[in-house]
């Protein structure tokens, strides 16, 4: 963080000081939210939330070391008072980001992928300057000014998530930090039902090439027609990434490795290099492919932005996740969240990982998808249904759909004659075990009766299931 006084934070935030706070006294970062991640220098945010009010943990933030607490109310603590606290901290953050010309802002948006895409082009980027990007998915009103917090004199480059709730969301975030290149990934269907349509989705988040000047480069998906409509929207010069041949930056020959790993040639005007990647899973080459075409914008040479993308391994949690027990059983831990988009991408990817092998997954009902809820859980029940696997658990509320949809499927593929089945009729206890349970612990405890040695476990769902945990216990304790 650029170091300020109270006084400068309190200017910029329309608050007031008050508890004694010294208008002199220099915060010089982190900015948190948490009372425990404080260090000496810190400010405090303190947020009131549906069950925890952060007003409780000022004392004890600044007895571990933080300067001041940016409050909406009196406190004994050194306070900074303000009408409203996100307000604040995304005031504090454009003045942060509007003070360092010198940083080359990059924001990346779309319905999947950009957590992914954020770590691959943050790991390019930090070979040519000091870079700062969000930990995780710290990617709204305010885990995104807290990233942007985070840069110093120093930096050079702020690789950034921008994520939408509703219309006018992304642009929202757009404005704390202006980007001079933007990244939309995809329209999928993540949200569908917030914002009534894929063309509501496309809307959301073409305000980020919106955003940019005209000195800016949009980097669009050729491969998403919504994608490349975008390329209207905007003053900036547009560059294409994807599979096609209308795309500047494209991969080319993609195979995958028994692991599920792609391998593929990054195409540029200017030349090709070979790009073997660790990431799991045929997505990962359209997040590489956007990785890289923002990284060619920078103007690296091509055999270095290959050079990276093949030595990147999954910096965020639960994305992907791959581990190996002692016994042999592989388990996919891909549940940080879920939509119909992504759930077709892990099922690939299980496919491959675990070819030749029992298969199982625990997944959940999708949510935010409005009136197509029904159908589109329904069409994820037959996905899982009809993958070939030994097991099928699906946890939490709301899961009529989708074990309908399993069942449907699960039978037709039992009965057919290239089925695993035999062409044997589906009895309901067959082939495909499918059950449900209440939660991520039983999904678990289901799980654990079931796996043997060499067997695959994909666990994937909505984030609000929590189905990390189910991971997590399968793995013997905390995810790795």
């Known amino acids: 963080m650029i170091p300020l006084p109270?006084?400068?934070?309190?200017?910029?935030?329309?608050?007031?000081?008050?508890?004694?706070?010294?208008?002199?006294?220099?915060?010089?970062?982190?900015?948190?939210?948490?009372?425990?991640?404080?260090?000496?220098?810190?400010?405090?945010?303190?947020?009131?939330?549906?069950?925890?009010?952060?007003?409780?943990?000022?004392?004890?933030?600044?007895?571990?070391?933080?300067?001041?607490?940016?409050?909406?109310?009196?406190?004994?603590?050194?306070?900074?008072?303000?009408?409203?606290?996100?307000?604040?901290?995304?005031?504090?953050?454009?003045?942060?980001?509007?003070?360092l010309p010198q940083a080359?802002?990059?924001?990346?948006?779309?319905?999947?992928?950009?957590?992914?895409?954020?770590?691959?082009?943050?790991r390019i980027t930090g070979r040519i300057g000091p870079t700062i990007a969000p930990v995780n998915s710290f990617n709204n009103e305010i885990g995104h000014p807290l990233t942007v917090l985070k840069a110093d004199h120093d930096?050079?480059?702020?690789?950034?998530?921008?994520?939408?709730?509703?219309?006018?969301?992304i642009g929202y975030l757009a404005r704390i930090a202006p980007p001079s290149i933007g990244v939309v990934l995809n329209v999928g269907t993540a949200h569908l039902g917030v914002f009534g349509g894929k063309e509501g989705i496309a809307r959301a988040k073409g305000e980020l090439v919106e955003a940019l000047p005209a000195g800016g480069v949009a980097v669009l998906n050729a491969d998403d027609p919504l994608v490349?409509?975008?390329?209207?929207?905007?003053?900036?010069?547009?560059?294409?990434?994807g599979r096609s041949e209308e795309a500047a930056i494209r991969a080319e020959g993609v195979v995958?490795?028994?692991?599920?790993?792609?391998?593929?040639?990054?195409?540029?005007?200017?030349?090709?290099?070979?790009?073997?990647?660790?990431?799991?899973?045929?997505?990962?080459?359209?997040?590489?492919l956007a990785a890289a075409a923002a990284g060619y914008e920078l103007g690296?040479?091509?055999?270095?932005?290959?050079?990276?993308l093949s030595e990147a391994t999954p910096r965020s949690r639960w994305r992907m996740e791959v581990t190996e027990r002692?016994?042999?059983?592989?388990?996919?831990?891909?549940?940080?969240?879920?939509?119909?988009?992504?759930?077709?991408?892990?099922?690939?990817?299980?496919g491959t990982l675990g070819k030749d092998r029992r298969r199982f997954a625990v997944i959940a009902a999708l949510r935010e998808l409005g009136e197509d809820s029904v159908a589109l859980n329904?069409?994820?029940?037959?996905?899982?249904?009809?993958?070939?696997?030994?097991?099928?658990?699906?946890?939490?509320?709301?899961a009529g759909p989708v074990l309908e949809g399993a069942f449907d499927a699960a039978q037709r593929t039992a009965s057919g004659p290239d089925g695993p089945g035999g062409g044997l009729p589906y009895d309901g206890s067959g082939v495909t075990r499918i059950v449900h349970v209440p939660d991520a612990e039983a999904a678990a405890a289901e799980l654990g009766g079931w796996l043997r040695p060499g067997d695959t476990v994909l666990v994937k769902g909505p984030r609000a299931m929590g189905l990390e945990r189910t991971a997590e216990l399968l793995l013997g304790g905390a995810s790795r």
Not at 59 to 85: Q, W
Not at 228 to 241: G, I, L, Q
Not at 300 to 308: F, M, Q, S
């Open 6 to 99: 109270l006084a400068r934070i309190a200017e910029i935030t329309s608050g007031a000081l008050s508890g004694m706070a010294d208008p002199r006294a220099v915060v010089r970062g982190p900015v948190v939210i948490d009372s425990r991640e404080v260090e000496p220098g810190s400010l405090f945010v303190a947020f009131k939330g549906a069950r925890v009010d952060g007003h409780d943990y000022a004392a004890d933030a600044v007895r571990a070391g933080a300067v001041a607490v940016l409050a909406t109310r009196p406190l004994e603590s050194p306070t900074v008072i303000v009408p409203d606290a996100a307000a604040a901290l995304a005031a504090l953050a454009s003045a942060a980001a509007h003070s």
């Open 104 to 122: 080359t802002v990059i924001g990346i948006t779309g319905s999947a992928g950009k957590t992914t895409t954020k770590d691959l082009l943050a």
């Open 155 to 169: 930096t050079r480059f702020m690789v950034l998530e921008l994520s939408a709730r509703e219309i006018g969301h």
């Open 228 to 241: 490349r409509e975008m390329a209207s929207r905007t003053n900036a010069r547009v560059t294409y990434f």
């Open 256 to 288: 995958l490795d028994e692991r599920g790993r792609a391998g593929f040639t990054l195409r540029t005007p200017s030349g090709a290099a070979h790009v073997k990647l660790k990431l799991y899973g045929e997505h990962a080459v359209d997040n590489a």
């Open 300 to 308: 690296l040479p091509v055999a270095t932005i290959a050079e990276e």
């Open 326 to 350: 002692p016994d042999g059983v592989t388990v996919v831990n891909d549940a940080y969240n879920a939509n119909p988009d992504s759930m077709r991408a892990a099922f690939a990817a299980l």
């Open 378 to 398: 329904e069409e994820l029940g037959r996905l899982a249904g009809g993958a070939g696997l030994t097991g099928l658990v699906v946890a939490g509320p709301e």
